[in-house]
């Protein structure tokens, strides 16, 4: 354990050299997190690197072999597999878990949070266990949360666009390696007839995922739906995080040709009638919120906010109780790395308070 301050907690990261490792890391310096002592942990296979962190060298700790106590707040992002295992052993070494992966999500007894949403709920933390939501879930609900507030959300409709970066560093070298093997072969064929174009064969996404839409993402529940985890994981999730248990919604996840940033076109329908009007004067003071006429996930890539817009009267819902729009947030930042250091930020506040 490498000591930063005098004061402040003890932190840990396992998972500190992956994709949203990466971002917690710089996530940590922007937002000037009180750390007292920093650890860096990963798989054997990372074990032994060296990470800088405000210009100081921190080795990173094999999880298998490291010794866990004095850990304050841990925050993972390892994967479900490791988060069921090592999770567990954390808490029970006296560390507040803040976990990226989906494996605690629906447990009763663990918190489901997003920082503007329901904060209130890591008050109390009985397994000593917090989870971060899906990245589709992440970006919708600092809307969702702020038009609920005010006109009570019956009906959620959702399509995402969902950059490859969700699909970890394979996805991102799957679109480079078909997008440089399209390109190579002539604008002329990728223009005029696509199917010509000679692509390598997917290693990640299950189609070709270069210039393209892919309609799958996770895998086939086995609930006679036909929905992929995914895709459910927006309803229950939302469910849990804005205590509507009741919610009606429905996903369907689509991987496009994006590197980083998603997309979601949203159909809400509300208990009371909302203008496009009313909607942009409520959005437009939410916590995490940005209005924008045309969000885009390029706009939305590097940047915290959840970027809202092309608002409208939903012509599908009678009266005015329904709204369409458009929302574009960066997957790997509060997607990920960013709403799980907040998280953090809170439980050091609530939990810590006589160390800051």
């Known amino acids: 354990?490498?000591?930063?301050?005098?004061?402040?907690?003890?932190?840990?990261?396992?998972?500190?050299?992956g994709q949203v490792g990466m971002v917690m890391r710089r996530v940590l310096d922007e937002r000037d997190f009180p750390v007292r002592n920093l650890r860096f942990l990963a798989s054997a296979?990372?074990?032994?690197?060296t990470?800088?962190?405000r210009g100081v060298d921190i080795p990173v700790e094999d999880?298998?072999?490291?010794?866990?106590?004095?850990?304050?707040i841990a925050i993972f992002s390892a994967g479900g597999g490791t988060s069921k295992v090592w999770a567990p052993r954390f808490a029970a070494a006296g560390a507040y878990v803040v976990d990226n992966s989906s494996q605690w999500r629906m447990h009763d007894d663990v918190p489901l949070v997003v920082a503007e949403a329901n904060p209130d709920d890591l008050d109390d933390i009985p397994t000593r266990i917090v989870a971060n939501p899906n990245c589709t879930t992440m970006a919708c609900i600092p809307v969702l949360k702020a038009l609920d507030t005010q006109f009570g959300l019956k009906r959620l409709i959702v399509s995402s666009y969902q950059a490859v970066s969700g699909a970890g560093r394979a996805g991102v070298e799957q679109l480079m390696n078909e997008a440089a093997a399209a390109i190579e072969q002539g604008a002329d064929k990728l223009a005029f007839d696509g199917s010509a174009i000679d692509f390598p064969e997917p290693t990640k996404v299950v189609r070709t995922i270069a210039f393209n839409a892919v309609p799958f993402i996770g895998a086939i529940v086995d609930d006679g739906s036909e929905e992929t985890d995914e895709e459910q994981k927006l309803r229950n999730e939302s469910r849990k995080i804005l205590h509507l248990p009741n919610l009606a919604a429905s996903c369907t996840c689509v991987r496009v040709g994006v590197f980083t940033a998603h997309g979601m076109?949203?159909?809400a329908e509300f208990e009371r009638d909302v203008t496009p009007d009313m909607a942009r004067k409520v959005l437009a003071t939410a916590p995490a919120v940005e209005l924008d006429d045309i969000p885009t996930p390029q706009l939305a890539a590097g940047k915290d906010p959840s970027y809202v817009g092309r608002i409208r009267q939903d012509q599908a819902v009678d009266g005015k109780k329904g709204l369409a729009f458009f929302i574009a947030n960066d997957n790997l930042r509060k997607g990920a790395a960013l709403n799980a250091v907040e998280l953090a930020e809170i439980i050091a506040r609530k939990h810590f308070a006589e160390q800051l």
């Open 1 to 17: 354990m490498v000591q930063i301050h005098e004061r402040g907690v003890n932190v840990a990261v396992l998972g500190a050299t």
């Open 45 to 49: 296979h990372s074990a032994g690197t």
């Open 51 to 53: 990470l800088t962190w």
């Open 63 to 72: 999880v298998e072999k490291a010794d866990l106590s004095g850990i304050d």
């Open 265 to 267: 076109s949203v159909n």
